[in-house]
């Protein structure tokens, strides 16, 4: 049997990235991914011609590093600069987003504005005692008026839980250098220096077929370069002999590796790797938990379609969360004269919304669209569903701890298994920090390199976005 040096589990941004690293120095891998496509939450799904991402994907980054990839995988003409435009939908009315002081004002009305700013105060002189949870956390930054306009039905909607049990951490890493007051300079669009704040965030790159072309892209050209990727190969089981592992899948392959990249669920390795661990660190995998998505892409015609990439809607009397228009994310992703729109539902497997037939679902998304008046009646054509299991690591009151035990346990017994990319670290990221985790994971076993993957994003000062941002990485000189 042939003994791989480096053996990947996904074919996701980690997988395929680490693929792409060990090809600058020279070494050909192995990746085993359990679906029949590549891209993991990154792939563009593809229904009679129309193309959709599971949940729109923006291509930014503070890493350099990052976009040389990104610019070596795609031809440049096929990697788009893309202007953006959200909004949030809030009892009838359009939010700018992110915020601007005049819109925000004026939909918000001078008393309400008044009461915002006096329940800041207020919270200033009495803050909430606990603020170990999201919703004191972010009341005690901001004041109670303006955490329920723009962050609790939001957030509730993604996490499905009260925002009382989800933790601060989840709230202290992507606001963390958020407060009111930056947020209303930010609102006049003006930042620390007194510079205006650059169009960074206002374009964004975008592969012209979604983010699966990036991929695909990386995927065939890995093949071409000799790297071996089997598809529908789902690992199961991870055994630990004297200095290998073997590597067995679903399909009932068995592979011999002396060093693993996995970025199959952190939560699932305690259960997968043999020998077993103790009980602690079985139940910490056991423990950490998902929130599933579903997607449903309505198509309309372009001229009744808004001209946002993406709304987020803060409604609480509807399901849906978020409304992307692929058509406005790239001209190329949608047939000439209509447009494609993709409702997000945040759910749980098994849950109402993920049991529903695909019928009554695309039903649902057309009357809510219609509710919200973000379409008119009976404009939508066609519909299709997608769902995606596991797509959001869940940051409840006890997620670090059970990340620290599995890690410390990884540290101890398994130096060669490599923990890489988003669910399988356990983090809410964005591509960059999964293909960087992949990077420096590589480095350390090609170049001798010791970085601290668990580091990589911890000392971050960038978030992209209040309510929705996902660790990116900067990285430290
Ligand atoms: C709604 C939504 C919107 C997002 N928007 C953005 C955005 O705008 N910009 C951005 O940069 N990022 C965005 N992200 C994040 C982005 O999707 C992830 O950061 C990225 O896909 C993570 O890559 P990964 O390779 O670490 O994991 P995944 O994409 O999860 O890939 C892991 C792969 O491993 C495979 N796998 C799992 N278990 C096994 C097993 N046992 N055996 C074999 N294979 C296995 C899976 O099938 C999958 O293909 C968004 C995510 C969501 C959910």
């Known amino acids: 049997m042939n003994t791989y040096e480096i053996l990947i589990i996904g074919a996701g941004p980690a997988g395929l990235t680490a693929a792409w690293e060990a090809n600058k120095h020279g070494l050909k891998t192995l990746i085993l991914e359990g679906d029949k496509e590549v891209g993991g939450i990154s792939r563009t799904v593809e229904r009679n011609g129309w193309r959709f991402d599971i949940g729109g994907h923006r291509f930014f980054t503070k890493v350099d590093e990052v976009y040389e990839i990104w610019d070596e995988i795609l031809e440049k003409e096929d990697f788009l600069l893309r ?16 915020l601007k002081a005049s819109n925000a004002l004026l939909n918000l009305g001078i008393i309400e504005a008044i009461r915002c700013v006096l329940s800041y ?36 909607k993604v996490w ?14 992507r606001i963390k250098n958020l407060s009111l007051m930056k947020a209303i300079l930010n609102a006049f669009q003006i930042n620390k ?12 790159k975008y592969p012209k077929y979604g983010p699966g072309m990036m991929w695909e892209t990386a995927y065939k050209k890995l093949l071409d370069q ?11 089981e991870i055994s630990k002999n004297d200095d290998h592992y073997l590597v067995s899948t679903k399909e009932g392959e068995i592979y011999k590796a002396k060093n693993i990249l996995s970025s199959m669920p952190l939560a699932h390795l305690p259960k997968t790797i043999k020998p077993e661990p103790i009980d602690r660190v079985k139940s910490s995998g056991e423990n950490l938990k998902f929130r599933d998505f579903l997607s449903v892409a309505l198509v309309i015609k372009e001229e ?56 009554n679902l695309i039903s649902l998304a057309t009357e809510e669209l ?4 973000l379409i008119k009646k009976n404009s939508a054509l066609e519909g299709y569903v997608v769902r995606m299991p596991k797509a959001y690591p869940v940051y409840d009151l006890n997620y ?14 398994h130096l060669n298994i490599y923990p890489i990319g988003r669910n399988g670290m356990h983090r809410y990221n964005n591509q960059d920090h999964s293909m960087m985790t992949a990077v420096k994971s590589v480095r350390n076993i090609i170049l001798g390199e010791t970085n601290d993957i668990w580091k990589i994003n911890v000392e971050e000062d960038y978030h992209e976005e209040i309510n929705t941002g996902r660790s990116a990485p900067v990285q430290k000189e």
């Open 83 to 98: 202007p953006r435009m959200s909004r949030i939908y809030y009892k009838n009315k359009f939010y700018d987003y992110p």
């Open 121 to 156: 105060f207020y919270v200033r002189i009495r803050p909430p005692k606990n603020q170990d949870n999201f919703e004191n956390w972010v009341a005690a930054r901001f004041g109670w008026r303006l955490y329920n306009i723009f962050f609790k039905t939001y957030t509730e």
């Open 160 to 173: 499905g839980v009260d925002a009382t049990s989800i933790g601060a951490d989840w709230a202290s890493q």
């Open 193 to 204: 220096s007194g510079e205006i704040i650059t169009t960074l965030i206002d374009k964004f």
């Open 226 to 236: 000799g790297h071996e990727i089997n598809l529908s190969s789902r690992v199961l």
């Open 304 to 359: 009744d379609a808004f001209p946002d990439n993406w709304i987020y809607i803060h409604e609480p009397d509807v399901k849906v969360g978020r409304v992307q228009n692929y058509g406005s994310w790239s001209p190329f992703m949608v047939k000439e004269g209509k447009t494609c729109l993709g409702l997000e539902y945040f759910v749980n497997i098994g849950d109402e919304l993920w049991s529903m037939d695909d019928e």
């Open 370 to 373: 219609e509710k919200l008046s």
């Open 400 to 413: 670090s701890e059970n990340i620290s035990n599995i890690e410390e346990w990884l540290k101890e017994e």
